[in-house]
């Protein structure tokens, strides 16, 4: 198999995705473009066209991000694993490409901030690190650094830069709030710690704004500082001397200074409000929410508001959350439009229904997403079950009903219904204890009348559904029981004349099935847990793959091996798909590689690069225009098939 790294690439059609790290959301100061992350993968976003481009280059996971005052630069910093040195990497904006790599920090980088001119570059490692170090971006080497708290203080957690002054910076954390004074020529940094007083806070956010110092922290209020004296001025919105204001429920997550005294602040608990800060008569601060907004989609899930992010002057910003969810505000009426959502949880499964590819299904923990591929994966539709993994998907063949696999041992169809606020799924019916151990894999016939489901004990069972008019007063029924397998059952597919299907398991065995007879037709055996597998385009062959990183073709008659294929270099192979007329196979895993395979020559023809998470799931659409995979970092990628393979 040649190396991955030097075969034709798949082309990106976009990225369903979004971190919600802390400050990890920008606007480019050309205030066309949104900056954010996904994983490994920086991502430059048109938010007119909804254009993206893409930036890979970090080996973990982007922890933090931020952009250069003048647009020139990006930089973001990465988390790897324990012992080794972690990332910084400066993206030359214009060129979209590498412009330097920064190694000094240990594990995690936690904080970056440009200074005001682009000259410098702070970064921030994280608990491990605990270091504070100034870079010079023209240069591209370190000047000094500096341990970022007292031994007595605990994690720094944010750092900010001076408005104007090249030489001043600020870090904030667990009781520690530091003001540094940067002495190039000699190659030091001098902190100045920040009188508290009897406060004992943790500082989450800090942002400098004319003569003071704004501070977030995690007991909900706001510290302000003078820079000049570096003493404490004044907290809010709660306080001694202010009457009928309470602090941010859940902490102080994101803070934003719009003009002369005013801010956007963002709370654990999902709150974006407009606050202002001023003197009154008797020489008081006074704090004033103005405006607030609440997200009531996401109330019972703990979403904190995980960056806020100013286009221009501030007619316009931007909100990133931390379930993954980005809005766009009017400043003016505080209007807002959901702009993007992606899942926050491992996808577990995807489908398509068979008659189109405008639009398809995923799964992960509580919820069901459908998709519409052309635009940018835009969601349309979202049905919610608390507390419950759904594990697989199947549709029919219109579409027109959705039976899915839950791990609390229930198997769920639904069917579209018409309401007051659009296109909703209406529960046609629920079979209960379908399996003692979990659904873990599901499949349904063309028609929809027949489903067929896998469960975490082994077994197989054949269901019969039966529907009223307009879906309606659907009853279920269980047709067949059939107990060979000894582990969880992985996948499960129908043959085209839904006469036959096969199922593969962790125990090590993968069974054709005669779904008329109900019997075994054929068991091939493997020293693996099989996780995927598929048929070829005549059905006398089916393909398996899993733990062990091969691609083994079977034969289907006699369960003979045809051919041993090296799937993977690392890494089980999780899923697989394969093309209409049976040329060409999908496959991806934990190597985070989706990998196009010429069915009858054995080799990779075309490799896709962006996931960062194990890949666990591919589906082809059905006039093979394009390629969905899914990763258990809560990504969706959308690939371009080659148009010269068709």
Same mark, same amino acid.
Not at 53 to 68: A, I, K
Not at 103 to 117: D, G, Q, R, T, Y
Not at 240 to 259: D, E, M, R, W, Y
Not at 321 to 337: L, V
């Given at each position: ?166 030489? &001043? ?166 209007? /807002? ?42 969601? &349309? ?42 296109? @909703? ?25 027949? &489903? ?14 039966? /529907? ?76 398996? @793959? ?101």
């Amino acid at each position: 198999m040649a190396k991955c790294y030097d075969l034709p690439r798949l082309e990106l059609e976009h990225i369903v995705g979004y971190s919600g790290i802390s400050n990890g959301l920008h606007v480019h100061p050309d205030e066309q473009h949104l900056i954010y992350s996904l994983g490994v993968t920086v991502i430059i976003e048109n938010i007119e066209t909804k254009k993206q481009q893409t930036l890979m280059g970090h080996s973990g996971n982007v922890s933090c991000l931020t952009v250069s005052n003048s647009g020139k630069y990006i930089a973001s910093g990465q988390a790897i694993h324990m012992g080794f040195k972690a990332d910084i990497i400066i993206w030359d904006y214009k060129k979209k490409e590498l412009y330097a790599r920064l190694k000094l920090h240990k594990v995690k980088i936690e904080a970056l901030a440009f200074s005001p001119n682009d000259n410098y570059l702070l970064s921030l490692g994280g608990q491990d690190d605990g270091s504070v170090v100034v870079w010079n971006v023209n240069t591209k080497n370190s000047i000094c650094g500096e341990r970022a708290q007292l031994k007595s203080a605990g994690n720094t957690m944010a750092v900010g830069y001076h408005e104007s002054n090249e030489n &001043i910076f600020f870090t904030c954390g667990d009781r520690t709030l530091r003001v540094w004074d940067l002495d190039v020529e000699n190659r030091k940094i001098k902190p100045v710690d920040v009188n508290m007083g009897q406060f004992n806070r943790i500082c989450k956010c800090i942002q400098m704004k004319g003569d003071y110092l704004l501070c977030g922290t995690t007991t909900g209020d706001i510290l302000g500082v003078n820079k000049d004296t570096k003493l404490l001025q004044f907290h809010g919105p709660g306080g001694p001397n202010i009457k009928k204001q309470k602090n941010f429920s859940c902490g102080v997550t994101a803070l934003a200074h719009v003009f002369d005294k005013q801010m956007l602040v963002g709370s654990g608990a999902g709150e974006v409000a407009l606050v202002t800060y001023s003197l009154n008569k008797k020489n008081e601060w006074v704090f004033e929410k103005k405006r607030s907004w609440l997200d009531q989609s996401s109330k019972d899930e703990n979403v904190a508001v995980a960056s806020i992010a100013l286009r221009g002057k501030g007619h316009q910003f931007f909100v990133g959350m931390t379930n993954s969810q980005i809005y766009k505000f009017n400043f003016a009426d505080f209007s /807002c439009e959901l702009i993007k959502t992606s899942h926050f949880k491992k996808v577990t499964d995807i489908a398509f229904p068979s008659r189109t590819n405008e639009l398809f299904v995923t799964s992960q923990l509580g919820q069901i997403r459908f998709w519409l591929t052309a635009a940018g994966g835009k969601e &349309i539709l979202r049905h919610t079950i608390a507390n419950m993994t759904c594990t697989s998907l199947a549709l029919t063949e219109d579409g027109s009903m959705v039976y899915t696999a839950w791990d609390d041992g229930k198997i769920r169809g639904f069917c579209f219904a018409k309401g007051k606020n659009g296109l @909703s799924l209406k529960p046609m019916f629920v079979i209960n204890d379908a399996h003692s151990n979990g659904v873990t894999a599901l499949a349904c016939t063309s028609d929809g009348i027949c &489903i067929i489901s896998g469960g975490g004990e082994g077994q197989v069972r054949l269901w019969n559904v039966s /529907c009223g008019s307009n879906n309606d007063n659907a009853t279920t029924s269980l047709i067949h029981n059939m107990m060979e397998h000894k582990g969880s059952v992985s996948a499960i597919k129908i043959s085209k004349d839904d006469k036959s299907c096969v199922s593969s398991s962790h125990d090590g065995t993968t069974i054709i099935w005669d779904l008329q007879s109900k019997r075994r037709l054929q068991i091939v055996f493997a020293n693996t847990l099989f996780k995927c597998v598929v048929f070829n385009r005549e059905e006398n062959q089916i393909v398996t @793959s899993g733990t062990d990183r091969k691609l083994v073709y079977w034969d289907k008659k006699d369960g003979s091996r045809i051919r041993v294929l090296d799937g993977s270099e690392s890494g089980s192979i999780n899923a697989m798909d394969i093309t209409e007329d049976g040329s060409i196979i999908a496959t991806g895993g934990d190597d985070k590689i989706l990998k196009l395979w010429n069915y009858d020559k054995g080799e990779v023809i075309s490799v896709g690069l962006g996931h960062s998470g194990n890949i666990q799931r591919i589906k082809i659409s059905p006039d093979n225009s394009s390629i969905v995979s899914v990763s258990d970092d809560g990504a969706i990628l959308v690939w371009k098939f080659p148009r010269h393979l068709l």
